[in-house]
C-alpha cells in the first residue's frame, strides 16, 4: 500500500514574521556554516558597506523547496574569511545548520534613496544596450550573474547573447540614464 500523502515540508526556523509576497526582494547575501555553538552562522556579504547589516534588520530567507520565511539580524560581525551573523531566536548550531545556504534578501522598499548620479546594480535588469559609437540599440540586459566579477547577461537583437563583467572597460556608460548601458564593441563580448 502506498502512501497518498505528500511529505510535510520542514519550514525554515526563526520566522518573526510574514513575508510579504508582494515585495520585491533584493539578494544580499547568503547563508554559510554555523560557526560555533550558539547559532552563529558565517555569511556571504554582497556588499560589507551595505547599511542592511545592522542588528534588528528583517530579510527574507529562502531556500528550494520551502517556504520563504523572515529573519531579524540579532548581531553582525565583519571578521575574515567570512563575516558572521546571529539571527533572533536562532541559538543553537543544529539549528542555524538548517539555514545553510540560504538566500537573504531584503525589501526593494527598504533601500536608501541614491544619489542622483548613483544606482543599484538591480536597477540595470531590462536596460537598454546602445553600441557607444552609433548610439543605436543592440540589445537587452537580462540577468546579473553574481560572480566574483558580476556580470552582465545581455541579450542581442540578433537572438545571441553576450556577457560582460560589471567593472568592464567596454562599459562607457552604465546609470548616467536611467534603464540605458552604453558598451563598446559588443560583439567582442558575445558568447560563442
Known amino acids: 500500500m502506498t502512501d497518498n500523502h505528500p511529505p510535510k515540508i520542514e ?15 533584493i539578494e544580499v547575501g547568503k547563508v554559510g556554516r554555523p560557526h560555533g555553538l550558539r547559532g ?3 555569511l556571504q556579504v ?8 545592522e542588528k534588528g534588520q528583517r530579510m527574507r530567507a529562502w531556500l528550494p523547496g520551502k517556504p520563504a520565511v523572515l529573519l531579524e539580524l540579532g548581531s553582525f560581525r565583519d571578521i575574515l574569511p567570512m563575516p558572521t551573523a546571529t539571527f533572533v531566536g536562532i541559538d543553537d548550531r543544529d539549528v542555524a545548520a538548517k539555514l545553510t545556504h540560504a538566500v537573504l534578501a531584503v525589501n526593494q522598499a527598504e533601500l536608501p534613496e541614491t544619489d542622483e548620479d548613483e544606482f543599484y546594480i538591480h536597477e540595470l535588469i531590462g536596460a537598454t544596450v546602445l553600441d557607444d559609437a552609433t548610439r543605436k540599440p543592440v540589445g537587452v540586459v537580462r540577468a546579473l550573474l553574481e560572480t566574483p566579477a558580476d556580470v552582465l547577461e545581455i541579450s542581442l537583437n540578433s537572438g545571441a547573447a ?3 563583467p560589471v567593472n568592464a572597460d567596454a562599459i562607457t556608460e552604465m546609470g548616467r540614464e536611467k534603464g540605458v548601458l552604453v558598451v563598446r564593441d559588443i560583439l567582442d563580448w558575445q558568447d560563442r
Open 40 to 42: 552563529e552562522i558565517r
Open 11 to 25: 519550514p525554515l526556523p526563526g520566522s518573526v514574521g510574514k513575508v510579504d509576497p508582494d515585495a520585491v526582494w
Open 162 to 164: 553576450a556577457m560582460i
Open 46 to 53: 554582497y556588499n560589507l558597506d551595505s547599511e542592511f547589516w
